[in-house]
């Protein structure tokens, strides 16, 4: 079995940040969120990152994060475009938005071909989660059902105060795999908890402040691609017609249906790190502080990459 890669899903430009977070210096030496998802990730074995980006922010990115990745990892790069669409389909006009996490990751797919494991570029996930998904993927393979896992978090360390969030809220089965998890694109927390709503606010659902949440943390086999790929364009027919300028092909979408049909067992693995994240500017500072903190204990150098 080909050793796990890591697929670092950075073609977002941040529209509720303001701007291209990904390069946003957290760290004490100009270090962005993703040097620390790396640096977790290198030491729990991933030699080899996949960084899934646009064309237009290329260079940028590279001077910014990934040409001093490249001297101790071996780098890719995969480009998620709009028109990058199956046969007979096109860019709805107007629309400008990418085509979320399942597309993303089906951008790379030539440059996968064993297991692997993808993050988002604006989150920081904390070492121990780099860990347990390495050390799954490592000694998991697909048998005639595929072996998925994925790291989960509580909600309530993972909300913002700063506005709305979106969270794959999990339900577990009783030997520990996932039931199914269900996209909710508007979190918010209130004065006593933590609910979402799916109609613009005109009503509002309670959620657990400790049901697990997936933070796009996952783990696949190459089976997983093949399975996203077959089902985009029945997915593109269904949704573009209800909303051509914001549908999103979310890879949670795909596992709860590769669930459902008896095809994918994900094992529900678990980080005792608080994530952080900067959906919103106002987020930043907590974000700052909480790197700091951590060099000043001792988990992070404060020169990454020396």
């Known amino acids: 079995m080909n050793k796990p890669v890591l697929v670092v899903m950075a073609a977002g430009m941040g529209s509720r940040y303001g701007g291209m977070k990904q390069i946003d210096p957290v760290g004490p030496n100009g270090q962005v969120i993703v040097d620390y998802s790396l640096y977790d990730a290198r030491r729990a074995g991933f030699e080899t990152v996949i960084f899934v980006i646009k064309h237009e922010i290329e260079e940028t990115f590279k001077a910014a994060i990934g040409d001093r990745v490249a001297k101790v990892m071996k780098v890719k790069y995969a480009f998620q475009q709009l028109d990058e669409l199956p046969a007979g389909f096109a860019i709805p006009e107007g629309r400008v938005k990418p085509w979320g996490t399942c597309h993303a990751v089906l951008a790379a797919k030539d440059l996968i071909d064993g297991p692997f494991a993808v993050i988002n570029a604006d989150d920081y996930y904390g070492p121990e989660a780099f860990k347990v998904i390495y050390d799954y993927l490592s000694t998991h393979a697909d048998g005639t059902v595929y072996d998925y896992c994925m790291v989960s978090y509580l909600l309530k360390n993972t909300v913002s105060e700063n506005g709305s969030v979106a969270r794959g809220v999990c339900v577990a089965n009783a030997d520990g795999t996932l039931r199914s998890v269900t996209e909710r694109t508007r ?3 209130y004065e006593n908890g933590i609910h979402y709503t799916e ?18 943390l996952w783990g696949f086999g190459k089976s997983f691609l093949d399975e996203a790929e077959r089902r985009f364009a029945g997915w593109l027919t269904e949704h573009l017609e209800q909303n051509p300028l914001k549908c999103e092909y979310f890879l949670p979408l795909v596992v709860s249906e590769l669930i459902d049909e008896g095809k994918a067992a994900v094992k529900i693995l678990h980080s005792r790190d608080k994530w952080y994240g900067v959906t919103y500017r106002e987020d930043k500072p907590t974000v700052v502080a909480a790197i700091a903190q951590k060099t000043q204990d001792g988990l992070y150098p404060e020169d990454l990459w020396a």
Do not use: K
């Not at 109609?199 to 796009?216: K, Y």
């Open 199 to 216: 109609d613009g606010g005109e009503s509002w659902h309670d959620l657990p402040a400790d049901a697990p949440v997936s933070m796009n």
């Open 187 to 189: 979190i918010e927390t």
